[in-house]
């Protein structure tokens, strides 16, 4: 084959991708669009957060010490993404086009960086459009780009920070803008910490070793002195809200199934990341030491998703990783002419489609209709009517959006429980005494166990209490509706 037919097929492979790329970021974007609108919660973790920047606007702290009154509630997270969750609830009229403005920014510029990245490495623009792309159409990133949870702007952060590791390491300032980048993910996030890191230790080593050591240094000395910092000030309370209230029970039989899902997603872009690892490691190609290393961390990431309560999006850095495979490898062997380039370009059309039905079956067909909607307005109408605290396992963004605050998150204070550091005994008393004006249950036990003691959500306690002393009146929006009994029904 000539150089000119491998030219014209390199152009036309290049331009099939895109288009089906582009063509899917457009049908994504109008997903995005429908969820910027919508008036209500769709993740359980939205509720929390938006009490957290309604706390943080009134004076009050987010970390309190301790659970010994209402509200039981609990801070996972460091306090940046809480405090631009807050400051921008007071340019918007609704907290909820707010906080996905916030997330969905800070996701549209983490695609940005990656293919910034990409070209950074290879001066190639087509693959860094494609690796960009290829990102943009995982699930797990079209999923939580909207939703009001910390891990884009953590994960955006980092992202930059590696971006300028790459573009400017051999600058003096160059490990000092990038600490305060890993520093800024980290008070987003916690695990985003170590991806970023150790992509961005490897980088400066394999060029510098001094900047390396520094980046280290500066770096462990800002971690170390933000989180003393914060827990100085909170007397304690930024480490148990952190880091024991994370502590929740381990399984990797829960992660392995989401590891299988995952790969069936991407079982292009995985194998060829594999293919190139191990290519990498005979040939000695230093532009692969950045997602190679970046790649071992983001696995103990994900791996990380067998603790309990915890979802896909600890797999979003290994959606990274794929996405920088990708390009690297597109752009080395379009350098390098390679005959099989067709098969490549092949083979990403595929893993492309699989992207798009995986999207469309997940996201663009459903939700968000017209008797969803009529659910919804239903339980929003009963949660504002009632005057007395109300309890929810799965709306808590709409009992604070109506009621101003929660007074518990019962997945979380169900974990402390069980690990001994809560005591229930006081909330229990008060669901016996029908203190609760209607208790929303989306989460019983007998959907996740025979045994009550395993709910994620309620403990045997709790579920034993709500039994005797409410009642169901209905189902709205997959809640069951439990008002108190009146006092000659429990006796």
Known sequence: MSPKHRLWIDRIGLLFILTILAITFLRTNQYWARMLRHPYS??????????QARVLLSGNTIYPVGWTDYPYTVSNYPPLYI?????????????????RVVTLSAAIASVVFIGLIIHSLTQDLGASVIAALIFAASPIFVRWATLIRVDMLALALSLLAILIAVRFWSTTWSPWLVTLLVTAAFLTRQTTLLAATVAVFVWFLSHDGKKARAFLLIGGISVLGVFTGLNLVTRGGFFLHTIVANMNDYSLGRVLPM???FALTMPILIA????????????????????????????????????????YNYFLELSVVLA?????????????????????YLLLAVQSVILVSTNYTLFYSTGLDDSARIQLDKLAGLIEAETEPVLADEHLAEVVLRQGQIVLQPFEMTQLSRQGVWDQTPLVEDIRTGKFGLILVSHPPSSHSSNAAQSTHWTQEMWTAIVEAYEPEGIWADATIYRPMAIDAQQ
């Open 324 to 344: 920088l495979f990708c390009g690297t490898v597109l752009a080395r062997w379009r350098a390098s002419g390679q005959k099989t380039l067709p098969a490549l």
């Open 83 to 99: 405090t631009a969750l807050a400051m921008s609830s007071t340019m918007f009229k609704s907290e909820l086009m707010a906080g």
């Open 42 to 51: 769709v993740d359980y973790g939205e509720g929390p957060l938006l009490h």
């Open 259 to 261: 590891f299988t899902i």
């Open 272 to 311: 060829i990341a594999l293919s190139e690892i191990g290519g990498a490691v005979i040939a000695k190609r230093p532009v692969m030491m950045l997602p190679a290393s970046y790649a071992v961390a983001a696995i103990g990431v994900g791996l990380a998703a067998g603790k309990i309560g915890a979802g």
